[in-house]
């Protein structure tokens, strides 16, 4: 204040990342718009998840611990501790080239309030990686690969050639 510079918090603002068990299917985006902006709905315990994803029956686990252990752009990680499986959701954009790993073997992503990710945890304790990796960069090594070639072979023939004209007038 003495800098003239006010300060507001939000305190209604939910929470970047969470363990929750408190999960909510729908089949439409008109489903969804009409739970996410119900006044019950609650963002700060509750996820929405498309109606094709299955999960096993989730119960509440008021031990569950969730502690960020890296936060870079590309890569994300967690610790967790739970005594029943629990779902771990983050409100970073999910565009598809996330990939996720529980105690180093591969996990789903599961689509979670219509643009963001989550992942099933199961009991015990984790280490929950999340790290981008965008289809373009395999295709940009597949050009770069293949145009490395290309002109290999076009400098390698050029060589080929000169070489046969030298052979012949000698």
């Given at each position: ?11 209604k ?48 686990d ?39 790993s529980?105690?180093?073997m ?35 090594i ?29």
């Amino acid at each position: 204040k003495e800098s003239g510079w006010t300060i507001f918090e939000n305190t209604k603002a939910a929470p970047r990342y969470f363990l929750t068990h408190d999960v909510i299917s729908y089949r439409s985006m008109e489903e969804f718009e009409k739970i996410f902006f119900s006044p019950n709905f609650n963002p700060s315990q509750t996820i929405l998840i498309p109606s094709q994803n299955l999960l096993p029956t989730l119960k509440p686990d008021a031990t569950n611990e969730i502690q960020l252990v890296r936060y870079e752009p590309t890569r994300v990680i967690f610790e967790t501790k739970t005594q029943t499986p629990q779902l771990l959701y983050l409100s970073d954009a999910d565009d598809g080239n996330w990939r996720a790993s529980i105690d180093g073997m591969t996990s789903p992503i599961i689509q979670a309030n219509w643009a963001f990710r989550a992942v099933l945890v199961p009991a015990g304790t984790h280490r929950v990686e999340f790290w981008y990796l965008p289809t373009s960069f395999f295709a940009g090594i597949l050009i770069s690969t293949a145009s490395f070639l290309i002109l290999s072979l076009f400098i390698s023939l050029g060589r080929y050639k000169k070489s046969l004209g030298r052979v012949g007038k000698g």
